[in-house]
């Protein structure tokens, strides 16, 4: 590309960095305020898309109607988001962080169902802007009149969000709660309110965004989870509530991307090295390195390590006599199915499916609970393990029982890699390196087509013969059951004890001579192992794998199972897992619209239950238990 096209990509950039900073703005102040990670904040943005698109062309394209169109999209997104507030959030403020995370991420399902049934499946591509659709000339080329104006919209909004939280008595009370919630509230401020109209502006400046992109981009149902990604990117790089730092990172990450697409291709000492296939990744490995030298974003402040989970947790206990017999029970129930597989014959593959699911979900548990460490990118090692088994069976040509053995091991080496850096943050941040380094090993599994059939995937993945049918189910049911076990053993080891400790009490820990982040780091190369395993049986239940294995919704689905089965129990992530699978099961066969009437479920699990399934029923069993006392 000559110079001039270079610069021109540099100028798309800053048109990008502006639709960013919009977004990421909104979740900044969200955050920063009521310290909620909304993850529904992409959804909001895609709605602002879709309402801006109705309203445009129920009105008419003229410039009145475009800009009236803009405007209300991105009010009525507002008020979308205050009633959000006010129905739901309000309720789940004391929350563990995580159980929020799980209530935001049941509306994205809900809001884009919504979208599904309002709008159909179909891209909706809107007008171009009445006055604006020309070019320019600039640099020797044309250029569009459209992005000028986006490089406008930016600085004009940080500079109005920054006149309102500096000039104004509700802006003074805003950064006020963002230093000192409870003070606050102790001086007579309505902090229930305070949060709401917070709430409804970020929501506000997320609907702006979306409805600015109208004549570049179709609305499509995609454009939430897309953005949403590169919104927390933005966030964490420039410092979870900081306004200038979010504007700061979004040039910077919108500027590395139109480097990458400006440079295309180099040929450099003889070798070819594609820049323009960085762009998928290139945001991550920039949040990566930043928070591996700066752990609290570039104008972010250090913060005190949360865990993010209840407050007080009961210790860990032996199993009773009673719930031995109960597992007992559900392993006999289990190694019998097969026998009437004729009368139910979807029932073995659903129970297969629960059981690597139980597996992924008790291995992510083991470092979220006992070893109190946030993941939003546990997927990747999952993935790893199931692309360690395709390969080694299909490209290094070894027997699948060899395969299945040393598949895990690739895991555990990437976890080993990972956890060096992880281990060295806490709270939201360790969560998004984590998220960081598996999208990483998503864009590397998504571009090398030559090695791992690139978006394509790979097929034939199949067990031994020896291993088909009903023997591979029995073989996944030893191996959940022996992983299970050991994952128990560990726990009520010295090591599990230190892991606890370390959870608990990092400087107590430290002062009697545990080396926290080494025990850490170990934590994490055992859930990375276990993590693989399920992955790699995952690939031979199927037959076929692709990077969605290791994609950023799987990472959120094992959060969901652990949560929902509880995070402070062990039964917790079998509870979850089981309760997860069969419900999406039974949903996704129910209607079409299963995302909604799935997230719902959520929802009222999260509201009927904050301590999880087996949370809620071993209170219960205690309250009985005390009864009876």
Known sequence: MDLTGFLAQLLNGLAEASSLFLVAAGLSLIFGVTRLV???????????????????????????????????????????????????LRRIYRAPELFQLLATFALVLVINDAALWLWGAEDLLGPRAPGLSGAVDLLGRRYPVYNLVLMAIGPVVLGLLWLLLTRSRWGRLVRA???????????????????????????????????????????????????????????????????????????????????????????????????SKLTLVVEFLFMAVVLVIRPWGLFGKPQVASRGTAPVEAPLAFASPRTLAVFAAVLACLALLPLAAQALPYAVVLAQDVLIAVLFAASLHFIMGPGGMHSFGHAAYFGLGAYGAALLLKAAALPMEAALLFAPLAAGLGALVFGWFCVRLSGVYLAMLTLAF??????????????????????????????????????????????????????????????????DSALRAEAIGIDVRRVQWAAFVVAG?????????????????????????????????????????????????????????YVMRATEYWRALFGAIILLLVLAFPQGIAGFCGQLARRWRGARA
């Open 38 to 88: 909304n993850f529904a904040h992409g959804s909001l943005y895609m709605l602002g898309v879709y309402i801006a698109y109705a309203l445009v062309e129920r009105i008419g394209g003229g410039a009145l109607g475009f800009w009236f169109g803009v405007l209300a999209a991105a009010l009525a997104v507002g008020a979308l988001g205050a009633l959000i507030e006010i129905v739901l």
């Open 529 to 585: 192992l276990f993590g693989g395993l399920a992955g790699a049986l995952f690939a031979f239940s199927k037959g076929s794998i692709s990077p969605d294995v290791m994609a950023v919704g799987k990472s959120v689905d094992g959060l969901v199972m652990v949560l929902l089965g509880g995070v402070q129990t062990l039964v917790g992530p079998i509870v979850g897992a089981a309760s997860f699978t069969f419900i999406q099961d």
């Open 177 to 275: 709660a963002s230093q000192d919630r409870e003070m606050l509230g102790a001086l007579g401020v309505n902090q229930a309110w305070l949060f709401t109209g917070v709430f409804a502006l970020g929501a506000m400046l997320a609907g702006l965004g979306g409805a600015l992109q109208l004549p570049r981009e179709p609305a499509s149902l995609g454009l939430d989870l897309r953005i949403i990604g590169d919104a927390f990117v933005v966030v964490v790089v420039g410092g979870m509530g900081s306004l200038p730092g979010a504007y700061v990172a979004a040039l910077l990450i919108a500027e590395i991307k139109a480097l990458c697409i400006g440079l295309g291709t180099v040929q450099w000492l003889g070798i070819s090295l594609s820049f």
């Open 438 to 503: 598996s999208q990483i090993v998503w864009s590397v599994v998504f571009q090398w087509d030559a090695f791992t059939g690139g978006s394509n995937g790979m097929v034939g993945v199949w067990p031994a013969d020896w291993l088909s049918g009903t023997a591979f189910y029995y073989a996944v049911l030893v191996m959940a059951g022996l992983s299970l076990w050991a994952l128990r053993h560990i726990l009520f080891s010295p090591f599990g004890y230190a892991l606890r400790a370390a959870r």
